[in-house]
């Protein structure tokens, strides 16, 4: 037998090992997928597998080996995704736009009378990021001199034909009220951009929609809104709420409501949110008029304890009951008579030495 038969009976070995493509099952499987481990046997088996089950083909580096299976490989490729992680970090700190946040970095002036201003109107004001995209189109001003907020507002209508329509007001005075502020995009006679869109809008009236603003730092705020008043002012309808930026106001039409999650302004920020916000209260105390600011703000924004959920109600009772069995086992256990005096061998003799001594004397 020559050398030529021994290697493709070899191939043919390597081949066979892998078993039938899991594809198409007509032919012998030549790769294997690094991520799902499927088997196929060529190009268009790959990109069917990968289309089916929605894998990119690469490998999960993180995935769980079991010890006997553990090589030399694999202790490579963790030490390797430790030094990538370890460069991540070293890169970011170095990067001056990363390197800072919010938190640990002080206000430019402008940004901290804006924020105190609204402070005073009962509006929690906070601030992302510089690199933040938000942030960088964010042109909410406060004008010292006339003591007025003009608010940046971003008005969603997502009941139309095709994609919610978004229009954006770089300046909005608080003092205006709502209804006003509206009727440019449902009572308007001028044709604009997206126009035609809001006929159903226009039919309903203000009467037949709901304003609804996007929640920030509550429970669960991707899907909840606050239910504002078109008759009162902007300044009036964001008191008592807390804003990332510049408020995010969606216009909805009363029968699709529903599809909405309205809450009430009396509930709870987060209770780590409410904490910061204190000290921010307490740092911020000496520019805002003395210390009767700080206790108002707390009576109107904490008014409530935060509620308690009804998983960690039933799970302090089960705790309490099995605190109370082991208190009963341990009263019904045997108790040992020979140690139970209030002293020692020792002690007894050293009183009697005592007792000895001033008896001799």
Not at 53 to 79: A, N, P, Q, V
Not at 99 to 128: C, E, N, S, W, Y
Not at 147 to 154: C, D, H, K, S
Not at 311 to 317: Q, S, V
Request: glycine share 4%; charged share 35%; net charge neutral.
């Amino acid at each position: 037998m020559s050398a030529d038969s021994d290697c493709d009976e070899l191939s043919q070995d390597g081949l066979s090992r892998l078993g039938d493509c899991e594809v198409c099952a007509a032919n012998k499987a030549l790769y294997t997928c690094p991520k799902c481990e499927v088997k196929t046997c060529c190009l268009n088996c790959v990109r069917i597998h990968k289309k089916e089950l929605e894998c990119d083909g690469i490998r999960d580096r993180t995935k769980f080996i079991r010890m006997k299976d553990f090589t030399d490989t694999d202790l490579l490729s963790d030490y390797r995704l430790l030094e990538e992680c370890a460069r991540f970090v070293w890169g970011v700190k170095r990067d001056d736009k990363k390197r800072f946040t919010r938190i640990d970095k002080d206000l430019p002036i402008h940004l901290f009378k804006l924020k105190m201003a609204a402070r005073q109107r009962g509006i929690v004001l906070q601030f992302l990021a510089q690199n933040f995209t938000r942030h960088k189109n964010n042109t909410t001003r406060y004008n010292y001199k006339s003591n007025l907020i003009n608010w940046r507002v971003e008005w969603i209508f997502p009941n139309v034909d095709k994609e919610p329509l978004k229009y954006v007001d770089e300046k909005c005075p608080e003092q205006k009220k709502l209804s006003h502020l509206l009727d440019k995009y449902i009572n308007c006679d001028v044709p604009f951009e997206g126009s035609k869109s809001l006929s159903f809008y226009k039919a309903a009236g203000i009467s037949g929609l709901k304003i609804l603003l996007k929640a920030e730092k509550v429970k669960g705020s991707a899907k909840k809104f606050f239910e504002l008043d078109p008759s009162e002012s902007l300044a009036e309808n964001l008191s008592g709420k807390c804003i990332v930026e510049f408020p995010i106001i969606f216009i909805v039409l009363k029968d699709h409501a529903y599809n909405f999650e309205i809450i009430t302004p009396e509930d709870e920020f987060e209770e780590i949110e409410a904490n910061k916000l204190v000290k921010e209260i307490k740092q911020d105390n000496h520019s805002v008029n003395g210390i009767n600011n700080e206790e108002k703000y707390i009576k109107e924004n904490h008014r409530k304890r935060p509620r308690e959920l009804l998983t960690e109600k039933i799970a302090k009772e089960k705790r309490m009951a099995l605190e109370k069995e082991i208190k009963e086992e341990r009263k019904k256990k045997p108790k040992n008579l020979l140690f139970t005096t209030g002293y020692s061998s020792e002690e007894s003799l050293e009183d009697s030495d005592n007792e000895s001594e001033t008896e001799k004397s």
